[in-house]
Every structure is written in C-alpha cells, then in structure tokens.
C-alpha cells in the first residue's frame, strides 16, 4: 500500500502533463491551419524570402521575450557554457533554417493542396527517423493510428480542391517533400535536447541562429519586398511571425519534451482539418461528405496514436 500511492501520483502527473502538451499541439493545429492561408495571400506580392526574413524576425523577439521572461519568473536558469550548442546549431539549421527555405520556395512554386498533402507526410518521417536514430520506438497499434490520420489528411486535402500532382509543379512539389524531411528529422533531435534546455528557450535560440542564413537568402530582394509590401503584408508577416513561427515553436518543442517526437507530429495532420473548418465557418465554402470523413478519420488516427504505449530510446 505505500508504494501504490506515490506511483499512481506519478501516473496522474503524467496524465496530466500530457493533457497540457496535447492542447499546447491543438493550439499549434489552429495556427498552422490558420497560417497557411495568410502566407500564401501575402507572397502573392511579396517576394517569400523576403516576407520569410521579416516573420523570422518577429518570432525572434516574441521568443527571447518569452524565454528570458520566464527565466526572470523563476524558471531554472540554464548553465550557458554548459548547453549543448552542437546540437542546437543543428537543429536550428535543419528546423529553422532550411526547412523553413524550402517550404517557403516550394509555396511560390507548388499549389497549397500539393503542400497541405504532402507536408502531411511529416509524422510518418519523424516516425521513421526516430526509429532508425534510436530514440524513439512505436507500437503496432501507433503505427496504425499514424496511417488512419495521414489516410484522413489524404481524403480532406483532394476533396478540397487545388491538388495537381503534375510535372509542372514537380521542382515544387519535391521541395515540399524535402521540407517535410528537414522539419521531422529536426522535431527528432530535438527530443534529447530538451531533456536538458527549457523548449521555449531552444525556439528562441534556433530563431536567431537560423536568421542570419535567412537575411543572406533575402538580401537580393530587400529592395523588391520593401517595395511591394503593403499594411496587409506586414500584419500577415506580424501573424505569422508571433504565432506561427513563435508561439507555435515554443508548444512543439513542449510537446516533444512531453509526448515525443512521433506522437507530437501526428497533430500536423489537423492542419488541412482545421482550414477546411475555418473555410466552412468564417468564409462560408461548402462542406463536402468526403471532407467530413477525411475529417473524422484524421481524428480517429489521432486517438488511437495518442492512446497507444509509447517507447523512449533515449
């Protein structure tokens, strides 16, 4: 009886940690689904390297406002000569860096439907990935709970419209292929990274590592992207930058340090949910049966990962 009572205090403390990282990773849903839209409106006018330099900008302010903020309210202080900062230079330069290039290269160049489903093949990397480095193991039933949701993004996406798996957007739709890879191996080496620098502060610190790659990809179209900028642009850049590459950064990275790397990117697969939904409620578009059970499956999938046993390599 003395022993039962401090291990079901552990259970219940695991529970309910990672009931917080899965509505940190359904807030992370919102803002993607949300994000794609306003990017894909603004580089419509503003050169992507450009916008991408000015977003990545903002994200480094929110993050060193929010990591050196909860440092000063009492967080453990980190031992700076003692930081891992190898490691963290590579997962910067793979997460903030050249996944972000590719992605935001392969927007100008593909339609949002091809990158919507193609992105969403990221879990199954990550999953992949985890496994081959050893640090992350998933069940049989994980495994079919990642397949279920991919199979429901799959359903959602083509029945949304704007998929054109054509030779014209080849380069483009490739590039998206290549973003996905860089982003899961990133949230995989991430995982023992957090064990030992608080999430929020990994995020600011591989936004500002990542910047001057970004400043130097840019530099050719400063003059272009100044120009053509209107108020619209920078209050979508502004969007993008607080929440989507802040914020947003910052719960992924909890989520890892919580869930793992498996079982937090399986809620990319919400974010064509969530941009159907929204399209449905704020912009009035049809909601196709389809749709509904591409939307459904998502879903399923994501119980089932979410509820299978997980297995920590590291």
């Not at 990158?115 to 994980?142: D, G, M, Q, V, Y």
């Not at 993004?153 to 292929?177: C, D, I, P, Y």
């Not at 053509?228 to 947003?248: I, K």
């Amino acid at each position: 009886m003395s022993d039962a009572a401090p291990q079901a205090g552990v259970r219940a403390d695991r529970a309910g940690s990672e009931r917080t990282a899965d509505l940190a990773l359904l807030s992370v849903a919102l803002i993607w689904g949300v994000n794609i839209p306003v990017m894909k409106f603004a580089i419509e006018t503003v050169h992507p390297l450009g916008f991408n330099v000015v977003r990545l900008t903002f994200s480094a302010i929110v993050l060193g406002l929010m990591a050196f903020g909860l440092s000063s309210a009492g967080s453990t202080r980190p031992a700076w000569r003692r930081l891992p900062w190898g490691r963290i230079f590579i997962v910067s330069l793979l997460g903030s860096g050249v996944y972000q290039a590719l992605f935001l290269l392969a927007m100008d160049r593909t339609t949002a439907g091809n990158t919507a489903l193609l992105i969403a093949s990221s879990p199954i990397w990550t999953a992949a990935i985890a496994r081959l480095l050893r640090i992350e193991s998933l069940s049989a039933r994980a495994w079919l709970g990642l397949f279920v949701a991919f199979a429901g993004t799959v359903v959602v996406t083509l029945e949304g419209g704007n998929v054109q798996l054509v030779s014209a957007h080849l380069f483009g739709n490739l590039l998206v292929v290549g973003a996905a890879i860089m982003w899961a191996t990133s949230t995989v080496l991430v995982r023992p990274i957090v064990d030992e620098v608080p999430p929020t502060l990994l995020a600011y610190l591989s936004s500002v590592m990542s910047l001057p790659i970004h400043f130097l990809l840019a530099a050719p179209f400063a003059r272009e992207s100044l120009d053509a900028a209107t108020a619209t642009a920078w209050w979508c850049a502004a969007y993008s930058g607080v929440f989507s590459t802040g914020l947003a950064y910052a719960f992924w990275n909890f989520g890892v340090r919580r869930v793992g790397p498996s079982h937090t990117a399986v809620f990319t697969n919400l974010v064509p949910v969530v941009a159907i939904v929204g399209a449905w409620m704020f912009l009035g578009e049809g909601l196709q049966v389809q749709q509904v059970v591409g939307g459904v499956l998502t879903l399923l999938g994501l119980v089932v990962m979410r509820s299978s046993s997980k297995v920590s390599l590291v």
